[in-house]
């Protein structure tokens, strides 16, 4: 009877440090977006009035809006390479030897662990070689490397719960490779595929490190901008362009979450 | 007879060079496959960082010299640069700990549908970029902010707190970056536990208190080391918060690194800088393979 009671109250703790936990997760990422409709010239929780002049700031300036673009480009191209290099690469390792496949991981999920200060001033001192630097090319093959890893483990542990007997079927009653890979497999792991594309897009367009070193000039992030900004004050225009860029991550987190659903009915 | 069978082995040891040539093919199209990707992660990552590295092998005269090594170990402000980052990375995985174990407990236990929810609620921090929560958070903590207005409006203080632009600032926003890192593994592994093991150690006779610490806290180990690494390599290498929340009052060593370069141009010594970095880093990955294995990262 005691024990019970005592479990009880264990249970209670437990309840209120995991909700206490939970809310100091979710209440800072969210207490942006009220602030952005805040009508005041400072920045202040909670708001007093409501407008959207930060969000007329933000669209209305050239060199946000040129910033945003850059990023929004750079995040597409950098998900249209990274894509389909990590999905053929996971294929790859998926069939090779177990020897080959395990080095490999290590090395594929390197720039996931190495810190990343050291892969930008790598980049930057080979750019300032090669000419890359304040250039989209130059955003886009570092953001692709960065990216490759989350495609590759996400394509790969979808193959993992692929019966790859189909596509050998389909090869030995007579398709090419090209054709068993293509109309066989990638259909059955097309949404670890969609699931590597979102995190892809995620990971170049809030890249900070990289783009403060490699990108600027006409070419300069929106994170690049944002950090320069903070340095100095606390525009609330951030606000504004913080609340877009949550908005983006969370429609692409919805997809990712839609597409396990969908997948988890299919089966 | 005899005849026939020289054919069949003669025919076996064909069909057995064929299969070893198509071996060989299969082999090179695979490895073709997975080349592009791996090259770009070599180009990218690898290369500059080999070079980088070689850099911190000779001094400011280009003679080859351990100089600045050498340096690391007597300037006091490198040596403070190293105390500080690994103090703050320690503090940031002891609280992300206690802040993480009891939440991951809690959700392992409620049923599926309801933690799946809740885990909405990890999801969506994690999924937002640093620099936005970054900035919250210097909002929030600013002398004016919401914690300090609330904080006084209770009388639990009469001054405001100076939280933002210190150590304390950009110890609890990466906090707030890098719980998730443990959340998630710790969560994952938990997840996987029998807890009708548990059920049967308190059946058996142990409290329930005795069941967890001897049946399912072992279990949960492997995910708890597999998060406290994560988080532990993330903070000795963190840039942006730290950056922006310490208000140049904090230096780690990723901001050391960056300022030796771009206000400094002291190439040499920021590549000495960062080969100790990628050192530890290299060595707790080692670590976390050789409890965890790598591996795990590439199975849901």
């Given at each position: 009877?005691?024990?019970?009671?005592?479990?009880?109250?264990?249970?209670?703790?437990?309840?209120?440090?995991?909700?206490?936990?939970?809310?100091?997760?979710?209440?800072?990422?969210?207490?942006?977006?009220?602030?952005?409709?805040?009508?005041?010239?400072?920045?202040?929780?909670?708001?007093?009035?409501?407008?959207?002049?930060?969000?007329?700031?933000?669209?209305?300036?050239?060199?946000?809006?040129?910033?945003?673009?850059?990023?929004?480009?750079?995040?597409?191209?950098?998900?249209?390479?990274?894509?389909?290099?990590?999905?053929?690469?996971?294929?790859?390792?998926?069939?090779?030897?177990?020897?080959?496949?395990?080095?490999?991981?290590?090395?594929?999920?390197?720039?996931?662990?190495?810190?990343?200060?050291?892969?930008?001033?790598?980049?930057?001192?080979?750019?300032?070689?090669?000419?890359?630097?304040?250039?989209?090319?130059?955003?886009?093959?570092?953001?692709?490397?960065?990216?490759?890893?989350?495609?590759?483990?996400?394509?790969?542990?979808?193959?993992?719960?692929?019966?790859?007997?189909?596509?050998?079927?389909?090869?030995?009653?007579?398709?090419?490779?090209?054709?068993?890979?293509?109309?066989?497999?990638?259909?059955?792991?097309?949404?670890?595929?969609?699931?590597?594309?979102?995190?892809?897009?995620?990971?170049?367009?809030?890249?900070?490190?990289?783009?403060?070193?490699?990108?600027?000039?006409?070419?300069?992030?929106?994170?690049?901008?944002?950090?320069?900004?903070?340095?100095?004050?606390?525009?609330?225009?951030?606000?504004?362009?913080?609340?877009?860029?949550?908005?983006?991550?969370?429609?692409?987190?919805?997809?990712?979450?839609?597409?396990?659903?969908?997948?988890?009915?299919?089966? | 007879?005899?005849?026939?069978?020289?054919?069949?082995?003669?025919?076996?040891?064909?069909?057995?060079?064929?299969?070893?040539?198509?071996?060989?093919?299969?082999?090179?199209?695979?490895?073709?496959?997975?080349?592009?990707?791996?090259?770009?992660?070599?180009?990218?990552?690898?290369?500059?960082?080999?070079?980088?590295?070689?850099?911190?092998?000779?001094?400011?005269?280009?003679?080859?010299?351990?100089?600045?090594?050498?340096?690391?170990?007597?300037?006091?402000?490198?040596?403070?640069?190293?105390?500080?980052?690994?103090?703050?990375?320690?503090?940031?995985?002891?609280?992300?700990?206690?802040?993480?174990?009891?939440?991951?407990y809690?959700?392992?236990?409620?049923?599926?549908?309801?933690?799946?929810?809740?885990?909405?609620?990890?999801?969506?921090?994690?999924?937002?970029?640093?620099?936005?929560?970054?900035?919250?958070?210097?909002?929030?903590?600013?002398?004016?902010?919401?914690?300090?207005?609330?904080?006084?409006?209770?009388?639990?203080?009469?001054?405001?707190?100076?939280?933002?632009?210190?150590?304390?600032?950009?110890?609890?926003?990466?906090?707030?970056?890098?719980?998730?890192?443990?959340?998630?593994?710790l969560?994952?592994t938990m997840?996987?536990i029998?807890?009708?093991?548990?059920?049967?150690?308190?059946?058996?006779?142990?409290?329930?208190?005795?069941?967890?610490?001897?049946?399912f806290f072992p279990m949960s180990l492997p995910g708890l080391?597999?998060?406290?690494?994560?988080?532990?390599?993330?903070?000795?290498?963190?840039?942006?918060?730290?950056?922006?929340?310490?208000?140049?009052?904090?230096?780690?060593?990723?901001?050391?690194?960056?300022?030796?370069?771009?206000?400094?141009?002291?190439?040499?010594?920021?590549?000495?800088?960062?080969?100790?970095?990628?050192?530890?880093?290299?060595?707790?990955?080692?670590?976390?393979?050789?409890?965890?294995?790598?591996?795990?990262?590439?199975?849901?």
């Open positions: 009877m005691e024990q019970v009671g005592q479990r009880k109250i264990d249970g209670m703790w437990l309840m209120v440090v995991g909700i206490a936990v939970l809310f100091f997760l979710i209440l800072p990422t969210l207490i942006v977006i009220p602030m952005s409709f805040s009508g005041a010239s400072f920045l202040e929780f909670p708001p007093t009035s409501f407008s959207f002049r930060w969000y007329a700031a933000y669209f209305g300036s050239p060199e946000w809006m040129s910033a945003t673009q850059t990023s929004l480009i750079a995040a597409l191209m950098t998900t249209a390479i990274a894509t389909p290099l990590g999905s053929l690469c996971a294929y790859g390792l998926h069939c090779s030897t177990p020897q080959i496949r395990a080095s490999a991981q290590a090395l594929v999920i390197m720039p996931i662990i190495v810190p990343v200060i050291l892969i930008a001033v790598g980049v930057f001192s080979l750019y300032a070689k090669l000419g890359l630097n304040y250039t989209l090319t130059g955003i886009v093959i570092a953001h692709t490397a960065l990216a490759l890893p989350f495609v590759i483990v996400t394509v790969m542990s979808g193959l993992q719960n692929y019966d790859f007997d189909q596509e050998l079927a389909a090869r030995s009653l007579g398709a090419s490779r090209a054709v068993a890979l293509l109309t066989i497999t990638v259909p059955q792991v097309k949404f670890s595929i969609q699931t590597g594309a979102f995190l892809a897009f995620i990971t170049s367009l809030d890249e900070v490190v990289i783009s403060m070193l490699v990108s600027g000039g006409d070419n300069a992030t929106i994170t690049r901008r944002m950090f320069n900004s903070l340095r100095d004050q606390l525009d609330p225009t951030i606000a504004a362009i913080s609340t877009c860029l949550i908005v983006v991550s969370v429609t692409a987190l919805i997809g990712v979450q839609l597409i396990g659903h969908r997948k988890n009915i299919d089966k | 007879m005899n005849l026939a069978e020289d054919s069949k082995g003669a025919q076996t040891l064909q069909n057995a060079s064929t299969l070893k040539s198509e071996e060989y093919r299969e082999r090179v199209t695979l490895l073709g496959l997975s080349l592009p990707a791996v090259l770009a992660i070599l180009i990218v990552v690898f290369l500059p960082i080999f070079w980088l590295s070689s850099l911190s092998f000779y001094n400011a005269a280009g003679a080859l010299s351990l100089e600045n090594y050498a340096r690391i170990f007597e300037s006091a402000l490198y040596r403070r640069t190293f105390v500080v980052t690994f103090q703050i990375s320690i503090a940031v995985t002891v609280i992300c700990v206690f802040l993480g174990y009891p939440l991951c809690w959700l392992s236990k409620l049923p599926d549908r309801t933690a799946a929810m809740l885990m909405v609620f990890v999801l969506v921090p994690f999924w937002t970029s640093v620099l936005v929560r970054t900035y919250a958070w210097l909002v929030l903590l600013q002398r004016n902010g919401v914690i300090n207005s609330s904080l006084m409006s209770l009388g639990v203080i009469e001054e405001p707190l100076q939280l933002a632009h210190n150590l304390t600032g950009s110890i609890i926003g990466m906090v707030h970056i890098m719980l998730p890192f443990l959340i998630l593994p969560y994952a997840r996987s029998d807890t009708d093991l548990v059920r049967a150690a308190v059946g058996l006779g142990s409290s329930p208190r005795g069941a967890f610490w001897r049946v080391f597999a998060g406290i690494v994560l988080v532990f390599i993330l903070s000795l290498g963190f840039y942006v918060t730290p950056a922006l929340l310490g208000g140049g009052r904090v230096q780690m060593l990723a901001q050391r690194i960056e300022s030796t370069i771009t206000v400094y141009s002291n190439w040499g010594a920021a590549s000495a800088l960062g080969v100790v970095l990628l050192l530890l880093a290299l060595m707790m990955i080692w670590l976390m393979n050789r409890v965890f294995g790598l591996d795990k990262l590439f199975m849901r």
